[in-house]
């Protein structure tokens, strides 16, 4: 069973489900659950492989979405879900495999397609890192920059660090085996009617118009929104933003949320 953190009160609406992307946790989106919070349950979740959920020796997503499915599971049976990056792709596996658990499904800059890049030299950067010799995440920081230059992505891999018991809190054998199915997409059958909304930073090129006959074919009530200024981490680059769109796109009319430029 994932770890889960649950926030606010059940209510007459189901809870929002969220679940955080690729070397994330659900620390990582826990200060937009606590806000969301105000008006709705909100149960946030360490995915597999992160954070302080069990650790597997797999990493595909029908895996993930099972994982998803039995917490909707535990919290009423059905829930709204919003998935960034990889927990975009194991919220829309959810929704194909398990339709009747989702009211409505919010991705986060990401599609249903298989990407070109990897994200594999992150992990041969952390397993690098000489943890023996590390103090404070000052220490870590400065170790790691020579290998992960930018400073937003080396802050954010660092969340994971556990520099007390000297420990990344990331399956990083598993996810390096896994990662052409984390940036893959499997043939799944099926398609989800709900209400969809594919969110994107509007600096960010990870939703194409060319991805566009790809998600409708499994989504075909989707819907496409832009942040404009936000990168690829939108809930990062424009945290107010992204609650807006998601606390209205998740109320009882869905329509367009502050901060979106909706698309056709």
């Known amino acids: 069973m994932l ?3 649950s926030f606010g009160d059940p209510g007459d609406l189901p809870p929002i489900l969220i679940a955080h992307g690729l070397y994330g946790s659900a620390r990582n989106l826990n200060v937009i659950a606590k806000r969301l ?6 149960i946030s979740v360490d995915m597999r492989n992160h954070g ?3 650790w597997s020796a797999r990493h595909s997503y029908p895996d993930l979405a099972g994982d998803l499915a ?8 059905v829930a709204d879900v919003m998935g ?3 927990g975009g792709k ?4 959810l929704a194909l495999l398990h339709p009747a658990a989702v009211r409505r499904l919010v991705v986060a800059d990401i599609a249903p397609v298989t990407y070109n890049h990897t994200q594999v030299q992150f992990i041969h950067a952390m397993r690098a890192l000489d943890l023996s010799g590390i103090a404070t995440r000052r220490d870590a920081d400065a170790a790691l920059k020579a290998d992960v230059p930018e400073d937003g992505i080396r802050a954010f891999l660092l969340q994971s660090l556990d520099v007390k018991e000297k420990r990344w809190r990331l399956n990083l054998d598993v996810l390096e085996a896994f990662m052409p199915q984390i940036i893959g997409w499997p043939d ?3 398609r989800f009617d709900g209400p969809a909304l594919f969110l994107s930073g509007g600096a960010s090129d990870y939703v194409r118009a060319d991805h566009r006959p790809a998600i409708r074919a ?3 009530a989707a819907r496409f929104a832009k942040i404009p200024g936000a990168g690829h981490w939108l809930h990062a680059d424009k945290p107010r933003e992204f609650e807006a769109s998601l606390g209205i796109f998740f109320g009882a009319n869905g329509s367009s949320g502050q901060g979106q430029t909706p698309e056709s």
């Open 218 to 220: 499994l989504f075909p």
């Open 37 to 42: 919070s105000a008006t709705r349950q909100v």
């Open 52 to 54: 302080d959920s069990p």
């Open 70 to 77: 039995e917490v909707v599971t535990g919290f009423g049976g």
């Open 90 to 93: 194991a919220a829309m596996a």
């Open 84 to 86: 960034h990056s990889m």
């Open 188 to 190: 799944l059958a099926g």
């Open 3 to 5: 770890m889960t953190y």
